[in-house]
């Protein structure tokens, strides 16, 4: 699946159609798999080791395809600026996954995470005013984030101060995943190719997650395993190299907080792969949280 070429944005963000859901969905799934894809190889290699090894591995990938389709390299086509926003915002975003995940659980990092999409809607009210949302659309973001929370079980209270700051670093990085959405829906990175504004996060992100891996004291203290390994190479070639191309694409021909909407489908896809993979048991109010989430997306993209 490749993203779309260099072209200028449209006048207004088309309404999300069924070829966009199907994209979205396979993206979806695709990431609910990364975080299985992520503990699978975790025991070999550390996280922000991971997240430095994808960025700089897709940037590679994504380079030559650039040079392959003859796509423009220019700096000075007016997105060198919101190039390098965008990257630090989505090295940031990883970090703080990565690292707040060492104090808090990965259920609630997982619910945390997909606060996104109102992230994305409450941005859209100052930077993306055709693209501001009615009652019912966030009637339906609610609905959805409502069926993520049955999906996984609500979870306690924090038990003390550190898993605190694990919840706040993975509010702050959707509210990053949120902030990168903005930047390129809002500046000239919406008029570029999807292929150029991947490669400006993943050149800028690896040094920076790289840098924190250093300062952490990450280290690898023997040769991974075939199945670490391919873990991270999913990570790398898919996830990084082709998925996050396909996303901007999207972001930027429709409606941003309509297509972000959609990211609420990931962490069901998550659960039902961490229990495939993993043997995680599902709850009975899975059903449930399917039939929540559906009924609001389909509230968030009703034509007002």
Not at 65 to 88: E, K, N, Y
Not at 99 to 110: D, E, F, M
Request: with cysteine; hydrophobic share 60%; proline share 6%.
């Amino acid at each position: 699946m490749s993203a779309s070429s260099q072209a200028a944005a449209p006048a207004a963000p088309l309404p999300v159609d069924a070829a966009a859901i199907a994209v979205i969905v396979v993206l979806s799934l695709s990431w609910g798999f990364n975080q299985v894809a992520v503990k699978l190889a975790i025991h070999d290699i550390p996280p922000l080791i991971q997240s430095a090894v994808r960025s700089c591995g897709a940037a590679v990938i994504v380079a030559v395809w650039m040079r392959a389709r003859r796509l423009s390299f220019d700096l000075r086509d007016g997105t060198l600026v919101p190039g390098i926003a965008a990257g630090v915002l989505f090295g940031i975003e990883f970090l703080l996954i990565y690292r707040g995940l060492v104090w808090t659980t990965a259920t609630r990092a997982v619910l945390f995470i997909y606060m996104a999409p109102f992230f994305v809607a409450l941005g859209a009210r100052w930077f993306l005013p055709s693209e501001r949302l009615g009652p019912s659309q966030w009637l339906g973001l609610a609905l959805s984030f409502a069926g993520v929370v049955v999906a996984i079980g609500v979870p306690p209270p924090a038990a003390g101060r550190w898993e605190i700051v694990g919840d706040l670093m993975i509010v702050a990085a959707a509210a990053a995943w949120g902030a990168t959405t903005l930047v390129i829906k809002a500046s000239a990175l919406a008029r570029t190719s999807a292929e150029k504004t991947l490669l400006y996060q993943l050149v800028v992100s690896a040094p920076l997650l790289g840098l924190a891996a250093l300062v952490l004291g990450e280290r690898m203290e023997a040769m991974p395993s075939a199945l670490a390994l391919g873990a991270l190479a999913y990570q790398t070639l898919w996830i990084g190299g082709a998925t996050f191309g396909v996303w901007f694409a999207l972001i930027v021909r429709y409606s941003a907080s309509g297509v972000s909407a959609f990211t609420f489908l990931t962490p069901l896809f998550g659960v039902a792969a961490g229990h495939i993979v993993l043997g995680e048991p599902i709850g009975a109010p899975f059903a449930a949280a399917i039939a929540f989430v559906v009924a609001g997306l389909v509230l968030v993209n009703r034509r007002r």
